[in-house]
């Protein structure tokens, strides 16, 4: 929308899939959805050779464009294959939303590929975002040359509503403090040491709502199905659908306090700044984060929230303890005020910016 409004003629390209238009248009962008008639192969053999129909397809459709914003790493060999063969002259620009090569799951061999291709791409990529100081330390010897910028997971400044959805849906008492966990349900993000932490802590006047979904994966899968087993059992753990995002803050803004633990399995996890926490602070609710360093840093900075000494149930159970004894209007004031420092409206100035100096030097 920022690119839209800035006078850009923008398309987004993406995999087509049963249900969805080929084309469609949406306010200010269109987006194009490649079919992939390989995709009867399964594996990874089938994998690879969708990957190879995508980006053979995206290189042809992409090549009269002038930028080509590469969201992670999966576009960049299409815009490699569409500058090397079809001698397309756009700009590309490389938006990593995590440490792409040190990503959970990934073997030895997908690191040293991922960090190969980002090494032969560094000679072709005018621009980069990401988004940490962490993580960009970690890319500055693979683009010493490239103009760089931070760009944090932050959304627009909006105004906390006051709906207690939550208290309505579950019936919570207004004596009872409500936890929130909103986002993906997937390994690394400590579910399952909250839940038993929350179970422990079921007559201390405290409700903990889940809202969100599975991953595709089957821990994914294991952990919503946990999730459901403890909220029929437990009496103060309570499961939500995920909601669209023009709802999310007023859903978000029902909650007192919100929980980020990221458990520390990789350095992109190590490095994360989640689109949770800003979220949780744009609506003044205190945080109860990991102790990793991105999170460390603001909630220190801003005095906005509780760092948890480990992400054991025990750790969370004393966390959450610390967090009740103190003012909690006033962390979440100051939660606010740090989500505001932060919001869209700042983070999208340093997008054009960006984009006005890569198209300078295509210029040039």
Same mark, same amino acid.
């Given at each position: 929308m920022t690119l839209a409004s800035s006078g850009y003629d923008l398309t987004v390209f993406g995999l087509w899939d049963k249900g969805l238009y080929e084309e469609e248009a949406k306010v200010g962008f269109k987006v194009i959805r490649i079919k992939i008639f390989s995709s009867f192969f399964t594996g990874p053999f089938g994998r690879f050779i969708k990957f190879i129909e995508f980006t053979?397809?995206?290189?042809?459709?992409?090549?009269?464009?002038?930028?080509?914003?590469?969201?992670?790493?999966?576009?960049?060999?299409?815009?490699?294959?569409?500058?090397?063969?079809? @001698?397309?002259?756009?700009?590309?620009?490389?938006?990593?939303?995590?440490?792409?090569?040190?990503?959970?799951?990934?073997?030895?061999?997908?690191?040293?590929?991922?960090?190969?291709?980002?090494?032969?791409?560094?000679?072709?990529?005018?621009?980069?975002?990401?988004v940490s100081d962490s993580i960009m330390k970690a890319y500055e010897k693979i683009f010493p040359r490239i103009p760089r910028t931070l760009i944090l997971n932050c959304p627009p400044k909006w105004q906390k509503s006051s709906k207690n959805l939550y208290r309505k849906k579950f019936n919570i008492t207004e004596q009872s403090l409500v936890g929130l966990y909103q986002g993906g349900f997937m390994p690394g993000r400590a579910i399952s040491i909250?839940?038993?932490?929350?179970?422990?802590?079921?007559?201390?006047?405290?409700?903990?709502?889940?809202?969100?979904?599975?991953?595709?994966?089957?821990?994914? @899968?294991?952990?919503?199905?946990?999730?459901?087993?403890?909220?029929?059992?437990?009496?103060?753990?309570?499961?939500?659908?995920?909601?669209?995002?023009?709802?999310?803050?007023?859903?978000?803004s029902s909650a007192d306090v919100g929980l980020c633990l990221i458990e520390d399995y990789c350095l992109s996890y190590r490095f994360c700044l989640p689109n949770k926490f800003f979220e949780y602070a744009m609506a003044e609710l205190p945080v109860l984060v990991s102790d990793l360093p991105e999170m460390r840093k603001l909630v220190e900075e801003y005095n906005c929230g509780v760092i948890c000494e480990s992400v054991t149930p025990e750790g969370v159970v004393k966390g959450l303890k610390e967090l009740l004894n103190k003012d909690l209007?006033?962390?979440?004031?100051?939660?606010?005020?740090?989500?505001?420092?932060?919001?869209?409206?700042?983070?999208?100035?340093?997008?054009?910016?960006?984009?006005? @100096? +890569?198209?300078?030097?295509? +210029?040039?």
């Open positions: 053979c397809k995206v290189s042809w459709r992409i090549k009269g464009m002038d930028v080509v914003h590469c969201h992670d790493y999966h576009p960049l060999p299409a815009t490699l294959l569409a500058s090397l063969v079809f @001698r397309a002259n756009f700009r590309i620009i490389y938006d990593a939303h995590e440490y792409e090569s040190q990503k959970l799951g990934l073997g030895k061999t997908s690191k040293v590929a991922l960090r190969v291709l980002e090494k032969l791409s560094s000679h072709f990529i005018d621009g980069f975002i990401t909250m839940l038993e932490a929350f179970e422990s802590l079921e007559a201390k006047n405290v409700d903990f709502v889940f809202m969100g979904y599975p991953a595709s994966t089957q821990p994914g @899968r294991d952990t919503f199905s946990l999730i459901l087993k403890k909220s029929k059992k437990s009496k103060n753990i309570h499961f939500h659908e995920p909601v669209s995002s023009n709802s999310l803050q007023d859903y978000t209007e006033k962390l979440g004031k100051n939660a606010r005020r740090m989500a505001e420092d932060h919001s869209w409206e700042a983070q999208e100035e340093k997008l054009i910016n960006l984009y006005d @100096r +890569v198209l300078m030097k295509k +210029v040039s």
